[in-house]
């Protein structure tokens, strides 16, 4: 089984739309992170956790909130939808206590119409 | 603010033709420069992380290495199964020398290698 798992891995919405990401992982990690992929513009982080009662915004945070519900559980919601949120959205987790290296999931693709 | 630039932007060999990706960083505090594999429509895949100037690294084809300013990814003897995006990113650390954890991307290298 993975490590790291996102759900939906594909999802269609419509603007307006409030929708929600999960990630979820089995690592043992402390720190968990959001982030977008575009073409040309890379990966962006969006919020990160580095337990369940700290969370951090990002570069790119406006339009987005963050739930970090357990210590395995990190959820991103798009409170109301609009088509330029149309991008792959990747969550990782490392661990603070080793090297703090980051692993990916495998990603959700969302359109936002 | 910290920065991460790669080149080129893309890059194309024949099978068997050796080169090198090129990442260069401009960032307050370095704790560690990352290189990531990236397939088409899948997550980043850890490679590498250097934390010192001289460090080098390999794994299989690939061998990574840090200078005070730039990191370099060089692939021998490449294989078609080596196409893939490259992606490198860099971890800062505070004043405190505490790691910051988030890392910065740099927009990666397009590699494509034909048989």
């Known amino acids: 089984d993975a490590d790291v798992t996102q759900t939906p891995r594909n999802r269609i919405t419509k603007t307006g739309k409030r929708i929600m990401l999960e990630c979820s992982q089995t690592?043992?990690?402390?720190?968990m992170y959001w982030y977008r992929q575009d073409p040309g513009l890379g990966l962006r982080l969006i919020y990160y956790?580095?337990?369940?009662?700290?969370?951090n915004k990002g570069e790119i945070s406006d339009g987005y909130s963050v739930s970090r519900q357990a210590q395995a559980k990190f959820s991103l919601s798009l409170e109301s939808a609009i088509p330029n949120q149309t991008a792959l959205y990747f969550c990782?987790?490392?661990?603070?206590?080793?090297?703090?290296?980051?692993?990916f999931g495998p990603g959700t693709r969302l359109t936002v119409l | 603010e910290d920065q991460v630039t790669q080149s080129p932007e893309a890059l194309r060999l024949q099978e068997g033709e050796s080169s090198s990706l090129n990442c260069s960083y401009t960032v307050s505090g370095l704790r560690g420069l990352f290189w990531y594999r990236q397939d088409p429509g899948k997550g980043p895949e850890f490679l590498f992380t250097?934390?010192?100037a001289g460090e080098e690294k390999e794994k299989e084809r690939l061998k990574a290495t840090l200078t005070k300013k730039e990191s370099f990814l060089h692939i021998t003897a490449p294989k078609p199964e080596d196409s893939a995006t490259y992606l490198c990113a860099v971890q800062t650390i505070n004043a405190g020398g505490t790691s910051y954890g988030k890392l910065t991307f740099g927009q990666g290298t397009i590699l494509t290698v034909h048989p």
């Open positions: 990782a987790t490392s661990d603070s206590t080793r090297t703090d290296t980051q692993y």
């Open positions: 250097l934390y010192s």
């Open positions: 956790s580095f337990d369940v009662k700290d969370i």
């Open positions: 690592k043992g990690h402390d720190r």
